[in-house]
């Protein structure tokens, strides 16, 4: 077999391997069960194929060593790509058996447990391949790193749980809108320019600057997290007999609004820090 990398870790590529089968029998099992066109269903259906097709790419990339030649950082790659799939696993593997699965469909139970077990072994890669105290890394292997990671991934639940046709209706919820977007497109941008080793060719002081937009982004998620359930709860009780409706979507967009704040609140302390601590 060719070696790998001299960079890459051993556990990983294994692990991802382990991922493989998994990931394609979720993607038969669901889609034996015919086509849903709801967001919630494409969300899953969209993490188990981008997962499987992405976990196959770096493994033989991997194998040939054909990764020490693509241009872009492949350490913050692989990081990014784990703590991704890690997150969008655990949100399929909660999302699918909540709206798509009784105790009548075996079918979908087997696939929820398949789901759930990608989602293991990928929490164990990012364990793996975590930056460790005192070890030089990537940027996307350190805490704040992988707080960009879950900043953009936190934004794509906001995003598949909001409807239209509500939020049109309120400039209020059309700002709290605009704030997801804003800041999900600089996260994403964040993370693209590390990977394509794009940030130190930026001729500005880079840790200034994202603490600069970090406080920016607490302060935006503060008027959300007021503003969106205002807007959503006020006069609007849940509906009688509601089971799955847009008043849950709209639960699921106010706590992921919460989550979000906090995430950019101990991003920016470790901005902060970063800025202002020197080291010891």
Known sequence: LPSLSPHSNLSAPFTSSCASPPFLSDFSLVASE????????AWCMFTWSFCCFITLLIILLELTSLNAKVPISWDDFTTAFAM???????AASVIYPTFYVNYRYSVRIAATVMSFVCFGLYSAEV??????????SGFLSTVPG??????????????ISLNSVFYNWFPGLQWCVA????CFIIALLIIILTIGR???????PLDKCLMGYNILAVLMYLTAVVIWPIYSFQNNPR?????????????????????????????????VRLVFVSPA
Do not use: Q
């Open 179 to 182: 704030v997801y977007s804003i």
């Open 127 to 136: 364990g793996l391949t975590r930056a460790k105290p005192g070890e030089i």
């Open 84 to 90: 991704l799939s890690t997150l969008m696993l655990l």
């Open 34 to 41: 015919g086509h849903d066109s709801t967001s919630f269903w």
């Open 146 to 159: 992988l707080l960009k990671v879950l900043e953009a991934f936190v934004a794509c639940i906001i995003f």
């Open 239 to 271: 509906p009688a007999g509601c089971f799955v409706c847009y008043w849950d979507s709209l639960v699921v967009v106010s706590c992921m609004t919460g989550i979000n704040l906090i995430v950019y609140i101990v991003d920016t302390v470790y901005s």
């Open 198 to 204: 794009l940030l130190p060719r930026i001729p500005i």
